[in-house]
């Protein structure tokens, strides 16, 4: 692929791509919150409504596999109007779930659909923004899944207030749907597909380029794994310092608007700087933030250690989509980024369980100064491995 395409422009990919992702996003994110409470009404015990509303991570975790071969083969346009399609079925049949089988095979199938949706769009971009875009691009993608993450549980929020929590199926109904006719309505030729591959699947192409998924492949993990470990911390510790339930929405809040306000400025940064730059402070910042967040003991503290932890994402807002299209290697874009992409819902996927099993065994403090050394090890290996893969 050339390294320079005068014609791109960051602005052509608002139709087709973002404005797509954010009602995507808005449609999961509104929904997520609410999947124990609706599962409990239809008789499920707390550890079996905790369990289907994992059933959305699952379903991305096992659609994370066969996604390749169905981007390659019907494109990235047609794969996100019907896995927007697909994620507003699987709402539908949560909104008439009669029992927690019909509830649990809704989530599923939404969870599924996201696992296409996100990397069709991350394709796409991989392939037709030049590397020196490449980093802006991804991180504005990133930030408008934080948008409709934000969005998503605001209208959600106003609609149990009004009509009641099984009326919130119907905004994620709206939503997906909105995002695959958006998709549908789009001319052709303004997300045109790129090349298909035809690198023998996605275990095959895994063994080629194990040396790029075992190194930064992890690292990313070890990423994800800790801006998941931070979104659940915050709100635990602020229970444990006995903070007003008002006031850590509020702290959190305010945390989440600064990382939003951030995003494309660490775009430009990985982009000018170079990923490296980027990538050892952000994972730095954030083990360090995470080793501090146990230190507050206050309203005061815990904002500062939130919005501070705020910061260090935004900095590498995008980073991870952004090294997995530098490594992917030509003609075999599609299954190498979704190797890529099933480690990082592994890690995301991890950080619940890990962070449970630690709190159980030394308390939540010592859980936190123990994950947080995974920033040490995941700075090393992008120090390290970045440069030895040709990214600057």
Known sequence: MSSKKPSFQVRGLALPVYLPS???????????????????????????????????????????????????????????????????????????????????????????????????RHSFIAETAPKEYRARALSILGGMFRLGAFVGPLVGAWIIQNFGIQNIYWMSVVFCALAGLILLTTKPEKMPNTPPNRAGG????????????LTLGVASSMLT?????????????????????????LIIGLAGAVDFALFYN?????????RRF????????????IACIPFTSDSTSFA????????????????????????????ARNEFLAAFRLMLDGGI???APVISVLTLAIGLSSGLFTVSGLALIGAYLMNHYLPKYGIR
């Open 202 to 213: 996605i275990w095959a192409v895994a063994k080629i380029e194990k040396k790029k998924l």
């Open 278 to 289: 980027a990538a050892v402070p952000t994972m730095l910042a954030i083990g360090i933030g």
């Open 349 to 351: 996927a991890a950080a």
């Open 22 to 120: 954010v009602l995507f996003a808005a449609g999961e994110s509104g929904l997520i919150p609410l999947i124990p409470a609706s599962a409990e009404k239809l008789g499920a015990d707390i550890p079996t409504a905790a369990f289907v509303a994992g059933l959305v991570l699952i379903g991305t975790l096992v659609a994370d596999i066969p996604a390749s071969s169905i981007v390659n083969r019907f494109g990235e346009r047609m794969s996100m109007i019907w896995a927007g399609f697909f994620a507003s079925a699987g709402a539908l049949l949560a909104a008439f779930a009669m029992n927690i089988y019909m509830i649990g095979a809704g989530v599923f199938l939404l969870g599924m659909t996201a696992a296409i949706f996100g990397l069709a």
């Open 225 to 249: 794994f800790l801006r998941t470990v931070r979104h659940l911390a915050l709100p635990l510790w602020a229970l444990t310092i006995n903070l007003d339930a008002s006031v850590t929405a």
């Open 304 to 331: 500062i250690v939130a919005v501070a932890l705020a910061v260090a994402n935004a900095l590498g807002s995008g980073l991870v989509l952004t090294i997995g299209a530098d490594l992917a290697p030509e003609g």
């Open 266 to 274: 660490g775009g430009q940064v990985i982009d000018k700087y170079g």
